[in-house]
């Protein structure tokens, strides 16, 4: 086993890098666990802004806007000047401005006339307002048309706004329809395992490809079938390795929560097709690269391309379907296309459970391809 113990040498030798991605890694986890308070990304709240609104009226309309706009954000006192209203937001104290101009129930709710606003520019967060302003104005014209007198009309704005709707998710994945908090660091999962496994497999497999070393290993008496197997199994160990470090996480972060999942066991699974993945592109890395100081280069763009065309970095939601058709050419696709099925049932259907088969079994052929591509240029490069 003279091979293979050489090669867990080079493990040792690259360990720095498996700690250093390992505690990059964990970090995240922590801190997304610290941010959630342990309850997934599922959570919402309403965002208080500071505002200011300057009532040139000073009727009921126009203090019952302001009082309205009060209960939801801070309101701040200014001066009615151009100049303190710009530095103002220039600084950022406040990040929107609603001008109530006089005779305001007949200009805005008889007339339709908007009113005048001014807003930090590129902020979105102004339409929020906007939106605010325009439902209180409409509800206040429904009830003046359906008759309601003034004293009334802001009592029955209140009692609507207070109304709380008794919504309930339906539970398909145990976690009251919501995503369980561990699924993000499976979401996250394809850019570590593969950072990790294609750096320390490329830098040993560059060592093992130099020509003194590759002289030495053809003039050996070990037949070269018993070096590839023994250079098979140090990979098998690194990846099994690697695998079982990661699938250590969510038990110690999640413990119960990540146990309980009937799912578990398929996400496991699902992380083990995409090491072989990755074990079978570091394997082609090294065998194409013989500088040590390209492997990063190529891994960062492999691992980070990959990460972000297809859901790992962000949601595949949000991608455009120009570019999840792009990612359907790529591992880590089909990765997540089996992680957001786990996240969100654990009673699959017939077409789930094809459709799970489905990522698993291209992840497969996807390290198939790339090692058979990865062979081949082995034995070119051997040649050389």
């Known amino acids: 086993m003279i091979v293979f113990n050489c090669f867990l040498r080079m493990i040792k030798r690259n360990c720095g890098i498996l700690i250093l991605y390992f505690s990059i890694f964990l970090t995240i986890c922590i801190s ?30 126009a203090k019952e806007l302001r009082a309205y706009l009060g ?30 101009p006089a005779d305001f129930e007949q200009r805005c709710l008889v007339q339709g006339e908007k009113l005048k606003t001014i807003r930090v520019p590129g902020t979105t967060s102004a339409f929020y307002v906007d939106q605010q302003i325009n439902q209180f104005l409409n509800q206040v014209k429904v009830l003046k048309a359906a008759g309601y007198p003034d004293s009334e009309i802001y009592q029955k ?10 919504v309930a998710l339906l539970d398909q994945n145990g976690h009251g329809g919501v995503k369980a908090p561990h699924v ?10 593969f950072s990790i496994i294609c750096y320390v497999i490329s830098y040993i497999m560059i060592e093992f490809r130099k020509k003194p070393v590759r002289r030495r290993m053809i003039c050996s008496a070990m037949p070269p079938i018993r070096q590839n197997t023994q250079l098979f199994l140090g ?15 969510p038990v110690l972060l999640y413990g119960k929560d990540f146990l309980s999942d009937a799912n578990k066991f398929l996400y496991m699974a699902n ?21 040590p100081e390209i492997v990063s280069s190529v891994v960062n763009v492999l691992s980070l391309g990959m990460s972000f065309l297809c859901g790992v970095f962000v949601s595949m939601d949000v991608l455009g379907k120009g570019v999840q058709t792009a990612a359907q050419f790529l591992p880590f696709y089909w990765y997540e296309i089996v992680n957001e099925i786990l996240a969100m049932h654990t009673n699959f259907t017939s077409e789930q459970w094809l459709e799970i088969g489905k990522g ?25």
């Open 32 to 61: 997304i666990q610290l941010m959630t308070n342990g309850k997934g990304m599922g959570n919402f709240e309403e965002e208080r802004l500071n505002i200011a609104v300057i009532d040139q009226d000073g009727g009921t309309l």
């Open 71 to 100: 209960q939801r954000h801070h309101l701040v006192k200014i001066s009615d000047d151009p100049k303190t209203i710009q530095e103002e937001l220039f600084y950022r104290n406040i990040y929107y401005v609603a001008t109530i």
């Open 157 to 166: 704005i209140e009692i609507i706004e207070q109304a709380q709707p008794d």
């Open 184 to 193: 993000f660091m499976f979401q996250f999962m394809p850019y570590i395992v």
């Open 235 to 249: 990979y098998l160990v690194l990846g099994i390795g690697v695998w079982a470090l990661c699938m250590l996480l």
């Open 271 to 291: 992380v083990f097709a995409l090491t072989l993945v990755s074990l079978a592109v570091s394997f082609t890395v090294g065998t194409v690269i013989r500088k």
């Open 360 to 384: 698993l079994g291209i992840q497969l052929l996807f390290a198939a391809a790339i090692l058979c591509v990865g062979t081949m240029a082995d034995q070119y490069m051997t040649k050389q």
